[in-house]
C-alpha cells in the first residue's frame, strides 16, 4: 500500500482494504476476529455516505466517532494503571502531569504516526488531498478509536498490551513529572514580553453528568488554539500544551 492514506474504497477496492487491516493489525500486535471493527476505526466522516430516509441501516458504514469516546477512557485507564504501578512513592500531582502529557493529542498523535496509522486512514478524496492524514487531531482520534477496536475484538488485556507496547517507551522518558502545560505557555510568554496566555470557553456540550468543555487559548497576536475534554482544566491544559507546540514549532 502507498504511504497516502487511502480514498474511499469501492468496489474492488475492498479486498486491498482488507489485506492492508491484516497487515496493520500485525503492526498492531493484533490480529481481529472482527475486521469491520478496524474498518469502522480507520473511517473518517468524511468517507461515510449520509445516511437517507428517517431509518440508518443497522449494516450502514460507520465512521471512527463512536469508537473514539470508548478509546479516550480505555486509553486514560491503562496509562494511569501503568503510572500507579510505576511510580509507587509519588503523589497524585506529579503523577497527573505525567498522565496529562501521556494522553494529550500530540502525544497520541506521535503514537499513531509511529504505528502507521496515516497510511491506511480511509478518508474522501477531498480530505486526503487537503493532507488529513497527518494532522494531529485526525491521527490522536484514530488511534484512539483503534484502542477501543482492540479493546472490543479482545478485551482490555489486548488493549493494555497495546499500550504498553506503545507507551511504555515514552513513560521510560520521564526522568521527572513534566510541568504543567499552562505554566510552561505562561513561561514561554512571560519570557518574550508577550503578557499572560488568554483563555476562552467556546462551548460546553454533553449531559450533564459528562460534559465536554471546549477551550480556547492564544499569546499575544498568536492564532488561537482550542482544545475539547471532560473538564475545563484539562482543555485548557491541552489548548495550552498544543499552543506551544506550534509556537516553539514556527519559532
Known sequence: MSDAA???????????????????GRAIGHVFSRPDLLTEALTHPSAVPPARGKARRRSQQRHYERLEFLGDRVLGLVIADILWHRFEREPEGPMTRRMADLVRRETVARVALDIGLDRHLVLSPSEAAAGAARKPSILA???????????????LAAAS?????WWEPLVDTMDRPPRDPKTRLQEWAQARGLGLPAYRLIAT???????????????GQSEEVSATALSKRAAEAEAAASL????IHDG
Open 141 to 155: 482520534d484514530v488511534c484512539e478509536a483503534v484502542i477501543a477496536a482492540v479493546y472490543l475484538d479482545g478485551g
Open 161 to 165: 498490551a497495546l499500550i504498553h507496547r
Open 244 to 247: 506551544l507546540s506550534l509556537l
Open 6 to 24: 487511502a480514498p474511499l474504497p469501492a468496489g474492488d477496492d475492498l479486498a486491498q482494504m482488507d489485506l492492508a487491516q491484516t497487515d496493520l
Open 205 to 219: 456540550e454533553g449531559p450533564d453528568h459528562a460534559p465536554r468543555f471546549t477551550v480556547a487559548v492564544s499569546v
